[in-house]
């Protein structure tokens, strides 16, 4: 399947239970501690908090130490040792994705530039979700020559409606895992609640290990380092006033999405998702 396909979906693969009380742990005690490792996608406002997309660090002793001894009872190494070439891996990245309230749609795109096994992602998923799509590596040609742009990392043409035939669109429950090469091309989307856990793996040739920074008991003192890492500015303040007010606007926007409509209806053949990031979301 792995092979074929590129990625694998394994059903009822852990207990969610404890690790998500563990979860909802962390991300209470993040909004508490006005946590600075957070990425806000489109801030929507929530009284009294921010509509976090996830949080960065997570197993931080500063956050909940017991979160990561839920995280090793879960057999990572099993389905990516038996599915890649590799004989170790490193955890690069891990991201506890926790969406609150609002809808998330992103752009299509790779997480990295070839589907060669180079990269794995794994997504735990802690709550039940639907709505996560990937193009497998038997349809890569056929997209290519569909839709040119499609073989960049990144592009501005990511919101485009595939036809359904060219990719697969995950139905999770609690407890299940997915393992997907990284270069597969791909959208993350959600409606509401979510939370899962982001992990992303390159070959190692040593032991199975987590990159420093992830590790309970890291620093975490060079935030301008952490930035560069993580390709995104966590010197930023979500919770000031400017940010707090730019998300009122989106809150308005969230639910009288007026430009996206008028989009929408200039879009004749309706080639591209409009009502991302809004209560019409599909
Ligand atoms: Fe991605």
């Known amino acids: 399947m792995f092979k074929e396909k590129g990625f ?15 979860a909802n742990k962390t991300i209470l005690i ?27 660090f997570p197993f931080n002793n500063k956050l909940n130490p017991n979160l990561y001894n839920e995280f090793t009872k879960i057999n990572l190494k099993n389905p990516i040792l038996e599915n890649t070439y590799w004989k170790n ?32 992602v794994a997504i735990l998923y802690l709550r039940d979700a ?15 020559r569909k839709y040119n742009f499609s073989k960049e990392k990144n592009y501005k043409n990511g919101y485009v409606n595939l036809s359904n035939n060219y ?19 791909h959208q993350g989307s959600c409606k ?20 420093k920074d992830l590790e309970p008991n890291a620093l975490l003192n060079d935030t301008d380092i ?7 500015n966590f010197n930023q303040n979500p919770y000031s006033l400017k940010k707090k007010l730019i998300s009122i606007i989106n809150l308005i926007i969230y639910y009288f999405p007026v430009l996206k409509l008028f989009r929408f209806i200039l879009d004749i053949k309706k080639k591209k998702i409009h009502f991302h990031y809004s209560i019409f979301q599909k």
């Open 89 to 120: 891996f490193q955890i690069t990245q891990i991201e506890l994705q926790h969406n609150q309230k609002f809808n998330y749609q992103s752009t299509w795109h790779r997480d990295s530039k070839f589907s060669n096994l180079e990269n794995i």
């Open 192 to 211: 509401g609640m979510r939370t899962q856990f982001f992990v992303r793996c390159i070959e190692n040739d040593k032991d199975n290990i987590l990159n």
């Open 167 to 185: 990719f697969h669109q995950f139905d999770v429950k609690a407890g299940d895992l997915v393992i997907f090469d990284a270069g597969l091309l």
């Open 30 to 56: 993040c909004k508490k501690k006005k946590w600075k490792y957070v990425k806000v996608y489109h801030n929507i406002f929530i009284n009294k908090f921010v509509n976090i997309f996830s949080i960065n």
């Open 226 to 232: 952490l930035s560069k890492n993580y390709n995104w």
């Open 8 to 22: 694998l979906h394994l059903k009822n693969y852990f207990d969610p239970n404890k690790i998500l009380n563990e």
């Open 130 to 144: 639907n709505g996560f799509k990937l193009v497998p590596k038997n349809l890569e040609d056929a997209v290519i």
